[in-house]
């Protein structure tokens, strides 16, 4: 009874944080389909951040979590898979990766399937290999190994480029049923009568794209990448110029603080304006430092007369970089942070200045124009894939804009570590997050 009125209690707790009402999360989630983005590296960052999204799932102010994968830390690797749902592997690492769809009542398992190129692999009960591959006439032949013994099912279907194929997974009396959206393509003898496992990987140098109802940590994606590793972002950047959204959250590993309270004004704002990028109040950001001091909320003794004589976010480089400097704006930001979170400065237009953008949102109509190779830019001297390649192109666009009274808080940037910036504060932020979220939200 303690467990249950505890439950009760935290989930009213929550909603008063929100400021919304049951119906007010039903018909605001119904209304935006919004995820969240994340560049995931690090783990140590990502537990903090993680707290933070999972409220914001909970409370359904997010509908999806995605995680890409920029690493070959094995600890990390490990940690994003515990977490979130493989929907994208690729041939660059050809191993098989657990997968947990839904197992429907009759027994079957229903996956959409994306082939970049080549083909692609399941494996079930780490026995029964399922062999999808790409002829040359652009037909899918479907194959099934079981104990090195193959049989075919050959597919009419035709091989289209950013085009998902339906199959449908059974095991009943022994019998392994592969169909496809009409046609049965398989039927096999096997000495297993359920699903104990599911694993997938892309054919070598191939990749491929899984879509199953998750039936752990739902809503909740891993993709993984054919570079893991940082300045490969346009990998990510041109995956959703396919994929259906209203509203997209661009996040950063080590975001480590959010304001729960005001992400819906933030929301709205992106919503209704329908600008380009639109950054939140960053700690730690080069363009939210030059209005925080501007608008006293940074004062100037942690300035130090920086700003005399200097009137624009470009002037803040070198202290920018200044990994003592920054820590002194981190320290002041958790002993004040009621300071930045109860501010009242408006949206402010940031044409010509640099909005380094580690969080940015954005609605899909202004999305798939900036980032489209084919919109208005196709005639420019841009190099090739300048479009996805992260700050430079953005620097460049106009009608960006940045949202004060959301405020957020980057960690760290490398040149910072590098200038005397250590990870000590991490600690903090770590606390503050345990402060205001439960950890089995």
Known sequence: MLYIKYKINLILILLMLSKLSLLDIDIFSKRNKIIAVIFAGRKKYLEILLRYLKILKYLNKISEIHFWQFT??????????????????????????????????????????????????????????????????????????????????????????NKYLTYIIKIIDYHIIIKDKKNLLIESIIDDNNFNSIKVKSQINAETI?????????DMKLYDTIFREAWHWYEAYKFYLNYNFNILIKIDDDIC?????????????????????????????????????????????????????????????????????????????????NKFIKNNIKPIKLDGQRPSICMFGIVKESYNYIYNPKSIWKNSNY????????????????????FPRFVCVHYAFSFQRLSGFTEDLLENYKYLSNDIIADDI
Do not use: C
Request: charge should be positive.
């Open 72 to 161: 070959k830390n094995k600890l990390t690797e490990e940690y994003l898979n515990s977490l979130s749902n493989l929907h994208k592997t690729n041939g660059f690492f050809p191993y098989y990766r657990n997968i947990y769809p839904v197992i429907n009542n009759n027994n079957s398992f229903i996956i959409r399937i994306n082939f970049q190129k080549n083909g692609a692999f399941l494996l079930i009960n780490n026995k029964f290999e399922i062999i999808f591959n790409l002829l040359k006439n652009n037909e899918i032949n479907v194959a099934l190994n079981i104990s090195n013994n193959l049989y075919y099912g050959k597919q009419n279907n035709k091989f289209k480029k």
């Open 210 to 218: 899984w879509d199953y109802e998750e039936s752990i940590h739902k």
């Open 257 to 337: 603080f959010i304001d729960i309270n005001r992400f819906d004004e933030f929301i709205n704002f992106i919503k209704s304006s329908k600008k380009n990028i639109t950054i939140p109040n960053l700690v730690n950001h080069a363009v939210s430092l030059s209005y925080n001091f501007k608008f006293n909320l940074i004062p100037n003794s942690i300035m130090q007369n920086f700003f005399a004589n200097r009137t624009t976010t470009l002037d803040l480089n070198r202290f920018y970089r200044g990994g003592h400097q920054i820590k002194k704006i981190h320290k002041f930001f958790l002993d004040n942070k």
């Open 383 to 402: 190099p090739k894939d300048y479009f996805f390649i992260d700050e430079p192109y953005a620097y460049s666009l106009e009608n960006n804009y940045f």
